[in-house]
């Protein structure tokens, strides 16, 4: 693996190992409503709909509007998008495709 995270260890790759593993959406649920709380399954998908709308050239005003987001948070997502190692990126176009 060429990318380095962070806090990379055995415990996180088996997570990510585990989660790779899954199966359906239905299997995602029910995994990821034990790992999370709802508030914290609802967080990443906001941040997937703020990553996918600065894809698309939404403007942080047209994002802020149509989602109730603030701009603060729109702003690291924004960052993340287009100075981070292209997780959004790859994630959106492969979600595309």
């Known amino acids: ?17 585990g989660i790779l593993k899954l199966e ?4 995602c649920y029910k995994f990821f409503d034990d790992l999370c709380t709802i508030n914290e399954l609802e967080a ?3 941040r997937l709909i703020v990553a996918k709308m600065l894809h698309n050239k939404f403007t942080y005003q047209e994002i802020e509007n149509r ?7 729109i702003s690291k997502i924004s960052k993340s998008y287009a100075y981070g190692p292209g997780g959004y990126k790859m994630f959106i176009e ?4």
């Open 24 to 27: 359906s959406v239905e299997e």
């Open 1 to 17: 693996m060429s990318y380095h995270y962070k806090i990379q260890n055995e415990d996180i790759n088996n997570l990510f190992k």
């Open 44 to 46: 990443f998908g906001q």
């Open 67 to 73: 989602t109730g987001i603030s701009a603060a948070t």
């Open 94 to 97: 492969r979600l595309e495709k």
